[in-house]
């Protein structure tokens, strides 16, 4: 089911730092601010050679990683996205295992303009996953 890895989220709490310690202290390539109302966060993209990280920002009221950075105040790691060729068979398959996917399992247009999926953390030993279908 599961091709290459989209990209590693993380969680921050000021979107500013975050940028600047990717472009300016490890040298990276950092996209534009995108903000994304209807997923409750502000994101950019770092480019990396094999893969990207995707910095997570508040917006909003009810932002799904709020709590995450109640809980983790400094930042942290907060999802892993896999590129899946399918999304609905994917989502079909992982529903028939007994896999929570998050929501109401429709897809969302994620920040690349793809479907995307959220599984819950607790099936899949404290990770969130993010499908993405390419
Ligand atoms: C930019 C668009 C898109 C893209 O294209 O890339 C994105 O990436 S959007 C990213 C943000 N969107 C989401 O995260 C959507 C899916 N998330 C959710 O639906 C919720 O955040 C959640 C995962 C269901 C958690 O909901 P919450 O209200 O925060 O519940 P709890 O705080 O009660 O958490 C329950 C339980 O799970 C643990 N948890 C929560 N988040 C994570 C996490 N990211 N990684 C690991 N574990 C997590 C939390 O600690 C609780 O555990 P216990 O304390 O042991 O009960
Ligand atoms: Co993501």
Avoid: W
Avoid at 7 to 12: D, F, G, L, R, Y
Avoid at 94 to 119: C, E, M, N, Q, S
């Amino acid at each position: 089911m599961l091709g290459r890895v989209n990209h590693v989220a993380i969680a921050v709490p000021d979107m500013e730092k975050g940028i600047a310690a990717y472009r300016d202290t490890l040298g990276a390539t950092v996209s534009e601010v995108q903000k994304l109302p209807e997923h409750g966060v502000s994101v950019v993209f770092v480019e990396l050679p094999n893969t990207k990280v995707e910095l997570l920002e508040p917006l909003g009221e009810n932002s799904p990683i709020a709590a995450f950075l109640e809980k983790n105040p400094s930042g942290g790691m907060h999802h892993i996205c896999y590129e899946v060729e399918d999304i609905l068979a994917a989502r079909d398959q992982l529903k028939a295992t007994g896999a929570r996917v998050l929501g109401d399992g429709t897809p969302k247009i994620g920040a690349h303009g793809k479907p995307v999926l959220f599984l819950h953390p607790k099936d899949f030993f404290g990770t969130l996953i993010e499908l993405e279908q390419v």
